[in-house]
């Protein structure tokens, strides 16, 4: 189970029942050997605005360090968690006792990207993400074309592309998930409205399984290619008014973990339709987002690396909560799109404003955006 665990249940209780769920509840099991693994439980479940820590168990705490860096490590979260509003991010539909892609959201939470799961198909989403136990609804295809063709944005999984291929799917998308399975490290990244054709290359390769899909009718944001071969990662279709994306999610949900930053970045920037920012990270690193233009990162990677986040639209900066730290001079602002090859038109998109993200290895950081 992923770190993020401790944060995206505790949304989803809250989502079931509002103002019934107590509180979250952690354990030192499989922390003694790294005491990280034992703040971020607490962190994560504090993040998500559970109204109480309760501590399993106090006896086995005894006689070790956790008691101590504990309440350091809590003395800090105090001091910010007042200042957070309430936790926002992209609603993920999780029907009653559901399953299908199981733990996936663990995953994808520590690539950077926000989410807010609930047992309620919110119709007035700006972005909604559904996984493959989103098809245990029986109603769920009516209600996801409904929700596309009136203008909102839909991310799906290949799973539950799969689960839906003769329940309708087909009606949105060309998209066609097969049996085949390809592997690679090499990645393009284009977009239907600015093509970009950026190559980024792995350290190790990621197994993905083929989708195979119409040319034009449905278009590629990001790409796996392997020798002669390609494969979508992500894909984007308009239907009606509004856009389906799919996201390509590999057997070994670790796989994920594997992909490029820039290639997280795409994938972010797709979920961040309509909101604030987005990051291009690392795997293993989470943001959470509130609803009074506050925001952390949690950075769980082990080692420095380049990270950078976007700011989108009015958003000229950020601040620090704890140290009152302004950043307001970005690494560069990203090209307005342009009409690209014999495309007749061209969506407008909020102006995109790069930061260096000053978050480093293993630390954690809160901020308010500036405008």
């Known amino acids: 189970m ?11 209780l809250e989502n079931t ?7 979250g509840w952690i354990d030192p099991f499989g922390s003694f050997g790294n005491m990280n693994r034992y703040m971020e439980q607490a962190d994560f479940t504090l993040f998500a605005k559970a109204r109480e820590l309760m501590l399993f168990n106090f006896e086995v705490m005894l006689h070790t360090p956790l008691l101590s860096a504990l309440g350091t490590e809590l003395r800090r979260v105090d001091a910010v968690l007042g ?12 029907p009653y006792d559901a399953d299908g ?6 995953y994808i939470g520590q690539c950077g990207i926000p989410l807010e799961p609930t047992p309620v198909f919110d119709e007035h989403a700006p972005v909604l993400f559904l996984t493959e136990n989103a098809a245990c609804d029986g109603d769920i295809m009516p209600r996801l074309e409904k929700y596309v063709r009136q203008g909102g944005v839909a991310i799906v999984t290949s799973g539950f592309v ?15 998930v097969t049996d085949r399975k390809v592997s690679g490290t090499r990645y393009q990244l284009t977009n239907l409205n600015i093509s970009t054709h950026n190559i980024h290359v792995a350290d190790e390769s990621a197994l993905f399984t083929v989708m195979q899909h119409k040319n034009n009718a449905t278009w590629y944001d990001v790409l796996l290619h392997v020798n002669d071969f390609s494969t ?12 389906l994306y799919i996201l390509n999610i590999p057997d070994n949900y670790g796989d994920l973990y594997r ?31 509130y609803d009074n233009d506050t925001f952390g990162v949690y950075n769980m990677n082990e080692y420095k690396a380049p990270a950078e986040i976007t700011l989108l639209g009015d958003y000229t900066g950020f601040e620090d909560l704890e140290t009152g730290a302004r950043y307001e001079q970005p690494l560069h602002i990203n090209p307005q799109p342009q009409r690209s090859g014999d495309c007749a038109t061209c969506r407008p998109e909020p102006l995109e404003r790069v930061f260096e993200l000053p978050v480093g290895a293993g630390q954690w950081k809160f901020f308010k955006l500036l405008k």
Do not use: W
């Open 2 to 12: 992923q770190r993020y665990l401790s944060y995206h249940l505790v949304r989803l």
């Open 17 to 23: 029942a509002p103002g019934r769920n107590g509180g």
């Open 83 to 94: 200042k957070l509003g309430v936790p926002v991010g992209v609603s993920t539909y999780e």
């Open 101 to 106: 892609e199981d733990q996936l959201l663990g």
């Open 162 to 176: 799969k689960a839906m291929e003769d329940r309708g799917i087909r009606q949105l998308t060309s998209v066609k």
């Open 232 to 243: 979508p990662v992500m894909t984007e279709d308009q239907y009606g008014r509004g856009f």
């Open 259 to 289: 992909l490029p930053r820039e290639v997280l970045g795409a994938i972010g920037k797709n979920f961040a339709r309509k909101g604030k920012l987005f990051l291009s990270v690392n795997a293993r690193c989470s943001l959470f987002m």
